[in-house]
Nanobody
Framework: QVQLMESGGGLVQAGGSLRLSCATS????????MGWFRQAPGKEREFVAA????????NYADSVKGRFTISRDNAKTTVYLQMNSLKPEDTAVYYC???????????????WGQGTQVTVSS
């Protein structure tokens, strides 16, 4: 089992920045690729970004490319999502998730956190 806990969400004005963190415990963090996903009210959960076990490979949704950066610290067993130039359409609950290999579809991820709310005001 891998336990995940997100933090860092909040209310920010459009154009602002937030950094989300996902602390993990349980099985060896460096064995897992990590992903960030989001879900807005009335919408399906969607892929945001993912990073492989070493941090050497990353993948982003087109909607966040150039604005968001995913990173990880294997010594701290934590993954981060730096979000810059935030837009109102980024408003959602953000989740981190873990699986053995990097991929995009949410259904392929094995472990999930509880989520953290990000609200971007216009």
């Amino acid at each position: 089992q891998v336990q995940l806990m997100e933090s860092g969400g909040g209310l920010v004005q459009a154009g602002g920045s937030l950094r989300l963190s996902c602390a993990t415990s349980g099985r060896t963090f460096s064995n897992y690729a990590m992903g960030w996903f989001r879900q807005a009210p009335g919408k399906e959960r969607e892929f945001v970004a993912a990073i492989n076990w070493s941090g050497g490979t990353t993948n982003y949704a087109d909607s966040v490319k150039g604005r968001f950066t995913i990173s990880r610290d294997n010594a701290k067993t934590t993954v981060y999502l730096q979000m810059n130039s935030l837009k109102p359409e980024d408003t959602a609950v953000y989740y981190c998730a873990a699986k053995r290999t990097l991929s995009r579809p949410p259904l392929e991820y094995d472990y999930w956190g509880q989520g953290t709310q990000v609200t971007v005001s216009s």
